[in-house]
């Protein structure tokens, strides 16, 4: 088989829902740039795939990927994937783009094999619970209306992304556990908002109110502080969701003993093959690789990593706006077509996209 086309398809659109962020900040862009990546192959089949960021990707496509993909065998994805990270030795890809090209790979492979890719993983699970990943709230008040809504939409765990300061979100994180019960799973996630007093501080007020695992405290750079770190708490730490250099990187956070626990993800860890490297290599010390993220492409890996416990699933708004693929009790499900199952109308398109290839 060999790929005989290489498109790409940028679409843009008012982000609808911003992802608000500690201190104001927004981790969404106002305009959401998504570009598709579309490989066409000598045997019909076509492999698809997207990425947010859409301008740094679609430069990487026409400058180094179309060139690079053309001719191809796309089933050798083990190849391929060691070749982009020579690639990677030249551009520094945002790891986002290695998952780009990957996933599409394997978009085609499970088409060729007529699974969804969760069985062609492994399959373990044909659903998996999510939990609703918080947006930042203004309030103590709104964060457990928040909670109250996501409980009766059937969600049973709940993560707060919350303000960035240690005092006031240990404050939060004790209310919301007062205010749910013993019986809700419950875990924090600190995005890299905190030193290593701030972390301790707050990790010890996290562990008192039983929270399930404590998620990036600190930004991913320093090892050694998160070793410290997870030797002076009890609860799980979970670590290594954005550090570069995927299983290269998270072997080291393990073998040191600064992580309790890893994140995986197509999009940050190299795509399905990066995120499967990275689960097995957690596996292999009997811990969790928790999957980061939503999208149909995470809901594959949730379905085939054994050690993952969750779909992450963010819930926007107030009231809350919840995605559409979570079921009345909080399950997800893949799409149970070969592939992906991406829902993609070519010609619609072709015709919106702002820049195209
Ligand atoms: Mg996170």
Redesign the pocket.
Known sequence: MKIIAVHAYTLSHRTKHMFIWRQGLLGSDPTSEETWLRLVTDEGVEGWSRTPRGGIAMDLAVRRLKPWLLGKDPLMKERLWHELWEIDRIEEFPMYIMGWVDTALWDITAKVAKLPLYQLLGGYRHEIEAYASTVTYPTTEEYLDVADQCLARGFRAIKLHAWGDARKDAALCTALRNHVGPDVALMY?G?AGFDPYESLYLGRALEAADYLWY??PMREFSINAYKRLCEQLDIPVLAA?TSDGCHYNVADFIAQGAADMV?TSYFYKGGITGALRVAHLADSFQLSAEV?GMGEENTHLCLAIRNNHYYESLVMANPIVVEPCIGPKGMVKAPSGPGIGYDINLKAMQKTAVAKM
């Open positions: 996630d995005s998620e990036e969701e994140r980061h």
